[in-house]
């Protein structure tokens, strides 16, 4: 069963997970995480501008948005999750996006195959 998936939007809740999160990186993304004692996951998706224009940025943030959902069954709940784009990240493929943001959350507490 698939969960809703509550998005960050605010400035000062990206400031906090920055500020007191973790991060975890590759080529294509930095992913900052912190526990929110919410029983829910929280996701936000910065895309800068050096990214690309407008069009490239939004397909960038679809990308990632579209990974973390099918992924979302992987990770545990009770975190506030942000995912920030690399230059990189504009020459991968869906699939090369998807696995390398699985081997990201594989490498934190978030993952929930990690549970003994």
Known sequence: MRRKIVKIKKSYEF?????????V?????????????????RVGYSVSKKIGKSVVRNRVRRLLHESFRLLDIEIKTGFDIIFVARGKIVEADFHTLKNSM????????LYAGNEK
């Open 15 to 23: 400031k906090k997970v920055y500020s007191n999160g973790k991060s």
């Open 25 to 41: 990186a590759n080529q294509f993304v930095v992913m900052y995480y912190m526990e929110n004692n919410l029983g829910f996951n």
């Open 102 to 109: 699985r081997k990201l959350i594989m490498k934190t507490p």
